[in-house]
Nanobody, 118 residues
């Protein structure tokens, strides 16, 4: 299984972006998923998570601004990011747990850069 992350870019503060993470390969479905980010000099942190029952959880810093969702038909996870702030600047990674012929496995996307200018 491979993950293809896209949607990052440069945006002004207050703007929006939508990140996508598409899963390809030998799999049946996405079990649960999350978006993480890592800013320069900082540790990777969890931004948003979608449980296997599709219940979302968010870091306090993004609550009310970011929305995580999933399209089961497309095996794709999204992160809608609104009201972006300069402190949201980071490389964003998707992490997906998939149900496949060999059971449950975790995969990471390649990362997509989000830069928010003030």
């Amino acid at each position: 299984v491979q993950l293809q992350a896209s949607g990052g870019g440069l945006v002004q503060a207050g703007g929006f972006l939508r990140l996508s993470c598409a899963a390809y390969g030998s799999m049946f479905s996405i079990n649960f998923a999350g978006w993480y980010r890592q800013a320069p000099g900082k540790q990777r942190e969890l931004v948003a998570r979608l449980t296997s029952g599709s219940f979302p959880n968010y870091a306090d810093s993004v609550k009310g601004r970011f929305t995580i969702s999933k399209d089961n038909a497309k095996n794709t996870v999204y992160l809608q990011m609104n009201s972006l702030k300069p402190e949201d600047t980071a490389v964003y990674y998707c992490n997906v747990n998939v149900v496949g012929p060999r059971g449950l496995n975790d995969y990471w996307g390649q990362g997509t850069q989000v830069t928010v200018s003030s």
